[in-house]
């Protein structure tokens, strides 16, 4: 599983961790070295004691002549015994503790005898403890100068990267004018990585261009035959109509209505959001839901269903008209489709609306899909896209309002619109009364 570690401090630890391994073989190179050393110049001198001893004075029936830190031991001379405690010792150099005194033992064999010379070795311990104490002092400086070092070279390191995730958070990326990044590198690593985010930001460019491009141009496009349409469906209707003929005018009149507010629709969220043409806030809640109500009312009557209207104390603040409008018409139709008995509710909160029916509800694992484009519910109604929540979503998202959709304990669905936001959250509203 790939480290969650800061790069930096990734570079940090592998940085320390190489020079505690470097160091600390090296550190244990001098303590071989120097157990090796002491081993082999002490046997050398023992040894060469130990035969003058032998050559020049016990041959000659002399007592050793050895200073006061050395003692001779033989096997064959009662008064020169060896002690019970060096008996058995290997031949050639031993290294023995006697109570806390360090001894160096040379044992040397001669036509079946034994000899021995046993020296003792404070001072070259002493010493030898020291050289170790400056060995270890060494390595945790050598450990902490690589750690201050590291924290140095990790930043520098980490600079030009620190620097380009702080162009890419902070630059308006989507601005066409704004400056590419790679320039501003020498081509290494960083510079690649400048060059590649270039590359992939100039393709999301152009295709965020083409996709506003597509949606400005066919919803002007559309315009004329809309406006043709609306002014045919005005001459037919002053024409004398049978009953059936004019419900179907009707439909298309409506229809067409539709596809006009749809149409508007589009092209401002086409627009960029901080575009100073789009137009201002002009119309409050209440006449934006009284207008949706009247249109949507009598289809929902006319289904069969009671449709309630209510007004809670909504606010008097002004919104887009032909956004708040898509919103309401697009929950409502939602309703429309998906109740097949018993009531709608249009409810105007404080900053907010809410849509209940008593429809077949919505699976809780289904309350963030359902918002994403083409995406219907289980109880599928007409030949629908599944675009219309996920249009609502949208505008909710560029005007910075809340959208929350639940199930009513008595079965049915509510679907909540908070357009009131404070610092870009969506405020939260009291609950609805059931």
């Not at 969220?269 to 002009?282: C, E, I, Q, V």
């Amino acid at each position: 599983m790939a480290s969650k570690q800061p790069f930096a401090r990734r570079i940090l630890i592998a940085f320390v961790l190489m020079t505690t391994l470097v160091s600390g073989l090296f550190s244990l190179s001098i303590v071989a070295v120097v157990h090796f050393i002491e081993e082999h110049l002490v046997s050398q001198e023992l040894s060469r004691e130990l035969n003058e001893v032998l050559h020049a004075d016990i041959s000659q029936g002399r007592p050793p002549r050895l200073d006061s830190a050395t003692r001779f031991f033989a096997s064959d001379l009662a008064d020169y015994a060896i002690p019970e405690q060096f008996a058995g010792l290997s031949l050639g150099f031993n290294e023995v503790m006697e109570g806390d005194q360090a001894l160096y033992v040379y044992t040397h064999e001669l036509n079946g005898r034994t000899y021995m010379l046993v020296q003792q070795q404070e001072e070259f311990e002493a010493r030898e403890q020291a050289l170790f104490d400056v060995v270890l002092a060494g390595f945790l400086l050598t450990v902490i100068a690589a750690w201050a070092l590291g924290v140095i070279m990790a930043r520098k390191v980490m600079e030009p990267i620190t620097r380009l995730a702080r162009q890419v958070r902070h630059r308006d990326q989507l601005n066409p004018l704004a400056p590419a990044l790679a320039p501003e590198y020498p081509d290494d690593e960083v510079g690649q990585l400048a060059d590649a985010f270039d590359s992939t930001l100039g393709q999301l460019r152009q295709s965020l261009e083409r996709e506003r491009l597509f949606t400005s141009d066919v919803s002007h496009e559309l315009r004329t035959p809309l406006m043709v349409i609306a002014s045919s469906c005005e001459l037919l209707a002053e024409s004398s109509l049978g009953p059936r003929e004019r419900d179907q005018l009707q439909r298309i009149s409506r229809a067409s209505e539709e596809m006009r507010e749809l149409v508007q629709t589009f092209l401002q969220l086409a627009r960029d959001k901080a575009n100073a043409g789009a137009p201002p806030p002009s119309s409050s809640l209440v006449s934006i839901a009284s207008e949706q109500a009247n249109r949507w009312g009598p289809l929902l009557r006319d289904k069969g269903l009671d449709f309630q209207f209510i007004n809670e104390g909504a606010d008097a603040e002004l919104y887009n008209p032909t956004l708040l409008s898509t919103v309401v018409s697009n929950l409502l139709r939602n309703a429309l489709h998906y109740t097949e008995q018993g009531f709608v509710r249009l409810v105007l909160e404080p900053a907010g609306l809410r849509v209940e029916d008593s429809g077949s509800g919505i699976p809780l694992e289904q309350h963030e899909s359902i918002f994403q484009p083409f995406v219907r519910g289980t109880q599928t109604r007409g030949e629908g896209l599944g675009l219309g929540l996920s249009l609502v979503k949208r505008i909710c998202t560029r005007q910075g309002w809340g959208i929350t959709v639940s199930n009513l304990p008595a079965g049915g669905t509510c679907f909540r619109v908070v357009l009131t936001t404070d610092k870009g959250h969506p405020q939260s509203l009291r609950q609805p009364t059931r």
